[in-house]
Structure formats: structure tokens, C-alpha cells
């Protein structure tokens, strides 16, 4: 069974930046994609970024420039460098791992962008 645990969330001022991390554990073998997710209050969840096993990445149109994905796939950990963070980008951000067809969520951690 995967384990999927996500750190560094927290307050941080509009303009700020934050790093969050994930990592995925209990498997033997590669996450295929890593992606961070995120949800706002009254919103549905959305896709921030996503990254593959050989560095393929996507963005959400609303990051772009601001958020980069990386991941450590040796150690089956993803990164999100935050930047230039706007009061819209509160939320609840998850972490989620795909592994030969099978999808695992972390229980997220929060970020608030406020002054």
C-alpha cells in the first residue's frame, strides 16, 4: 500500500513563497506521475501541476511562471516551489500518486495567502 504525506504548507504574506513537499512511500517500484491538486473553500479540486517519471511537466494556466514541479525519483518525492503567491491560491493542496493504473491521495496540507 502507498503512503502519500504532504509538508510546508502554512501562512505566508500575498508575494510570498512556500515549498511544499510529498512523498510517496510503501512502493517498490517508480510513481509513474505526481501531481498537486488543490481546493479551495466552496470550490472543486483542481490540477496545479504535474510532473512524470522522465520530467515531463504541465501547469495550470493560473500557476505558470509562478510554480515549478520538481521530483526526486529515487526517493519518489515531489516538490512544488510556490512563488509570487496571491491570496487566490489559498487552499488545501494534495499531493496525488499514480502507480501501474492505481491512484493515491495524501490527506493535503493547507496554504493561506493572506496579509
Known amino acids: 500500500q502507498v503512503q502519500v504525506v504532504e509538508s510546508g504548507g502554512g501562512l505566508v504574506q500575498p508575494g510570498g513563497s512556500l515549498r511544499l513537499s510529498c512523498t510517496a512511500s510503501g512502493s517498490r517500484f517508480s510513481i509513474n506521475v505526481m501531481s498537486w491538486y488543490r481546493q479551495a473553500p466552496g470550490k472543486q479540486r483542481e490540477l496545479v501541476a504535474r510532473i512524470t517519471t522522465d520530467y515531463g511537466t504541465m501547469y495550470a494556466d493560473s500557476v505558470k511562471g509562478r510554480f515549478t514541479i520538481s521530483r526526486d525519483n529515487a526517493k519518489n518525492m515531489a516538490y512544488l516551489q510556490m512563488n509570487s503567491l496571491k491570496p487566490e491560491d489559498t487552499a488545501v493542496y494534495y499531493c496525488?500518486?499514480?502507480?501501474?493504473?492505481?491512484?493515491?491521495w495524501g490527506q493535503g496540507t493547507q496554504v493561506t495567502v493572506s496579509s
Open positions: 496525488k500518486a499514480d502507480r501501474l493504473g492505481d491512484t493515491y
